[in-house]
């Protein structure tokens, strides 16, 4: 007999919380939960759609935690500590073995920052799924777009354009010499991204702006600029790669455009320096100075004799 909605989300998608904020979670009409007093809620929502974020027979582990990760990511580039998520769930058919490793890497990742899966929705059809993730920030500290100004530093974090390799690599499209260790590794960035939730907490008060890598630091830091009014100039022989990723020769255009890399870009008035150098050690990743805030609108892309260089992408667009 396969399992009924009712067993499906009571053995997959129900576990006890320690959260004493979560007054209902799953099992009623609708979860009740308590926002502490002092905080503001950050929410947000994604989907992962088969075929589309992922290929059909992508580990429903790596699916389970990847849907959370994107969400911690928005979350950590507000400054939010996550709190609770919904799941809206859409599948072709129930698939046990599916079930178990998708939830069992959701909860794996939930359970690093004490998030509790507090409700969600099941249906039949095309494999879809949507998570929305709730975070407290305190009162006025969240991370926003729009606080560059010119002469602050532009920081990432971690390293950028593993995903997007790793993604080549999964769909066969690189076909120059690696060695399997460095494919695992790049993959590895693809599947399970590493939202960095403590350097976001780390960064309020002392960041001016954050957004989180998701299409490319191209697009995604064309979004602070556009949103603080305000262009930029980022040095390319600065930006961070991993030692795997410097093994291959990737041009710019890759690691500028590409998606996935779910690090954090963000602008730094340059007084602050210090207080970046002093949280640096306690975030569990680097920090990388990239580039400076400027008055002038655009992007200056720099190579290492200061000269221009055209890097033609837009970052990822569904539309
Ligand atoms: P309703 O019909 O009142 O919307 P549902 O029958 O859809 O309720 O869901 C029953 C309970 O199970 C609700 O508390 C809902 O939030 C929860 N739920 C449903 N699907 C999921 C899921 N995939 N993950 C977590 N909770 C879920
Ligand atoms: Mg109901």
């Known amino acids: 007999m396969p399992l009924t909605e009712f ?14 904020d979560v007054v209902r979670g799953v099992g009623d009409d ?12 950050a929410v947000t929502i994604d989907t992962l759609i088969s075929g589309v974020h992922f290929p059909p027979e992508t580990d429903p582990y790596a699916i389970g935690w990847k849907v959370l990760a994107v969400s911690l990511s928005d979350l950590a580039a507000m400054g939010a500590d996550p709190a609770w998520a919904t799941l809206a ?27 509790t899966l507090i409700g969600g929705d099941t249906t039949r059809g095309p494999l879809a799924i949507t ?7 305190p009162l006025g500290q969240a991370l926003e777009r729009s606080g560059a100004q010119a002469e602050d530093l532009i920081y990432v974090t971690g390293t950028l354009g593993d995903a997007t390799i790793g993604l080549e690599l999964s769909q066969g499209r690189w076909s120059n010499p690696i060695i399997a260790a460095d494919t695992a590794y790049l993959s590895s960035r693809l599947d399970y991204p590493q939202p960095r939730v403590v350097a976001g907490r780390a960064l309020r008060g002392i960041a001016s702006a954050a957004i989180d ?13 556009s949103a603080s009014a305000v262009g930029a100039v980022v040095y390319l022989e600065c930006l961070p790669l991993s030692p795997a990723l410097k093994k291959l020769t990737v041009p710019w255009e890759k690691i500028v455009g590409g998606g996935d890399d779910y690090e954090l870009c963000f602008t730094l008035p340059p007084e602050r320096q210090e207080e970046l150098e002093r949280i640096s050690a306690t975030v569990g990743c680097n920090f990388t100075l990239i580039g400076t805030i400027r008055k002038s609108l655009g992007i200056s892309w720099l190579d290492a004799g200061n000269q221009v260089v055209n890097i033609n992408t837009i970052g990822f667009r569904h539309f």
């Open 213 to 225: 890598l998701s299409d490319g630091l191209v697009a995604d830091l064309g979004h602070i600029l």
């Open 30 to 41: 609708c979860a009740i939960v308590r926002v502490p007093a002092g905080m503001e809620l």
């Open 89 to 115: 769930l859409t599948l072709p058919e129930v698939n046990e073995d599916w079930l178990r490793a998708f939830s069992q890497g959701l909860f794996d990742l939930a359970n690093q920052y004490n998030l």
């Open 131 to 137: 998570l929305q993730a709730h975070g407290f920030v």
């Open 7 to 20: 067993e499906l989300i009571s053995r997959y998608f129900t576990r006890p919380s320690r959260r004493t």
